[in-house]
């Protein structure tokens, strides 16, 4: 089964650009699926932040689409979601997953704040 | 876009009791619906996927069913280990929707 580990800065300063990336181990995202972020702030439920299929088709949550980009990485076998423009309600433990119910990474908290 | 509307958002059981949770898709998802649970400080853990197929490793005692709008997750049998926060999520298109969630606590 694979294995998806989240990385990138913990802390990102107000109007700055959040970018994390997502490494898949044990499976090829050339191989299929939608590979996706979820968030979710402090005591708060889980919100899809958007998808990206291994052709690079994207699928973002409206609420979010005008400051999220989704990329994809096939030779690296990695994902990367960058949030710009971030204040203080962006701040939250990010997940990547497998879509259609696969595996999650442990997630990691992303803190917006001066 | 799938909006999904779960009930209740609290839920107060004993061990032992059967607890249903019910999940309701905006338009219609076939089969398409991820049940989850997620305890304090971890990832949440898929339990049933295609609204009714459990998960490898996942008890006996949870069952999903429904198709098309409405869905349920069933547990026959409280357990102590049960206790937690349980979401649905839709993955009929590329999107994936969750449910706002549902506490299972303790009476």
């Known amino acids: 089964q694979e294995q998806l580990q989240e990385s990138g800065p913990g802390l990102v300063k107000p109007s700055e650009t959040l970018s994390l990336t997502c490494t898949v181990s044990?499976?090829?995202?050339?191989?299929?699926?939608?590979w996706g972020w979820i968030r979710q702030p402090p005591g708060k439920g889980l919100e899809w932040i958007g998808s990206i299929y291994h052709s690079g088709s994207t699928d973002y949550n409206p609420s979010l689409k005008s400051r999220v980009t989704i990329s994809v990485d096939t030779s690296k076998n990695q994902f990367s979601l960058r949030l710009n423009s971030v204040t203080a309600a962006d701040t939250a433990v990010y997940y990547c997953a497998r879509a259609a119910a696969g595996s999650w990474g442990q997630g990691t908290l992303v803190t917006v704040s001066s | 876009d799938i909006q999904m509307t779960q009930s209740p958002s609290t839920l107060s059981a004993s061990v032992g009791d059967r607890v249903t949770i019910t999940c309701r898709a905006s338009q219609s998802i076939s089969t398409w619906l991820a049940w989850f649970q997620q305890k304090p400080g971890k990832a949440p853990k898929v339990l049933i996927y295609k609204a009714s197929r459990l998960q490898s490793g996942v008890p006996s005692r949870f069952s999903g069913s429904g198709s098309e709008t409405e869905f349920t997750l069933t547990i026959s049998s409280l357990q102590p280990d049960d206790f937690a926060t349980y979401y649905c999520q839709q993955y009929n298109t590329s999107s994936g929707t969750f449910g706002q969630g549902t506490k299972l606590e303790i009476k």
């Open positions: 044990g499976y090829s995202i050339r191989s299929g699926y939608y």
